[in-house]
């Protein structure tokens, strides 16, 4: 009965190394995110995607490109890693801005090593 | 800039008492407020929100107060439990801005026996 889940859970890869993390939720939502955590802690969103459209791309190199298959699915691929990806990867989802209910509900986090 | 930050990086509270975590925000537009709860190796969890046109909101054994005159967000637990140990985000969203939220920078809550 998982709401958000994030697969795989760790990561860890050589620099230059292409890798995919996949995110699904089964709350009906239309809206999902990702967003990045850092060795401190620090939490930023990334991406976001309403009905398999892109409505929020933060200063994020090109080496990411988020994908959404359908609206239960964002996947980010990570082109050419380098050692500053290293960091939690979080997914979430919400229902769209406007609606009464628009908290954000968060998978369980991709933990990427980058070597 | 965009930013929300916290007071204290670090709370030890003992078993039963009451605590309380502070957060200041930035940016005047914002029109909602959220506090999550994160657990070691966890995503964040929800535990409760507020919007601009209000400055109280409880839940159970937590209470949120936002204070727009002055930028301030706190969120306070009553009765504090071991299980309430974890780090603590808040998190302002800017209107219009697409449900995008800023996080401050967390607050690890120590409970102690």
């Known amino acids: 009965d998982t709401a958000v889940s994030q697969t795989p859970k760790y990561l860890v890869t050589q620099m230059g190394n292409d890798k995919s993390i996949k995110c699904e939720q089964n709350?009906?939502?239309?809206?999902m995110y990702w967003y990045k955590q850092d060795s401190k802690k620090f939490l930023k969103i990334m991406f976001s995607y309403n009905n398999k459209e892109l409505i929020i791309n933060e200063t994020v190199p090109n080496r990411f490109s988020p994908k959404s298959p359908d609206k239960a699915h964002l996947n980010l691929h990570i082109n050419s890693l380098e050692l500053g990806d290293s960091a939690v990867y979080f997914c979430?989802?919400?229902?769209?801005?406007?609606?009464?209910?628009?908290?954000?509900?968060f998978g369980p986090g991709t933990r990427l090593l980058v070597l | 800039g965009e930013s929300v930050g916290l007071h204290l990086p670090t709370l030890s509270v003992q078993e039963g008492d009451n605590s309380i975590i502070n957060c200041a925000y930035s940016?005047?537009?914002?029109?909602?407020f959220i506090w999550y709860k994160q657990e070691s190796g966890k995503g964040p969890q929800f535990i409760i929100d507020?919007?601009?046109?209000?400055d109280k909101r409880q839940g159970q054994r937590v209470t949120v107060l936002l204070n727009k005159t002055v930028k301030h967000l706190s969120l306070q637990i009553a009765a504090t439990q071991p299980g309430d140990s974890a780090v603590y985000f808040c998190?302002?969203?800017?209107?219009?801005?697409?449900?995008?939220?800023?996080f401050g920078a967390g607050t690890r809550l120590a409970v102690h026996p």
């Open positions: 998190a302002e969203r800017i209107s219009g801005g697409y449900n995008k939220l800023i």
């Open positions: 507020i919007r601009s046109n209000m």
């Open positions: 709350l009906g939502h239309d809206t």
């Open positions: 979430a989802s919400s229902h769209p801005p406007g609606r009464l209910q628009e908290t954000q509900y």
């Open positions: 940016n005047s537009a914002s029109d909602y």
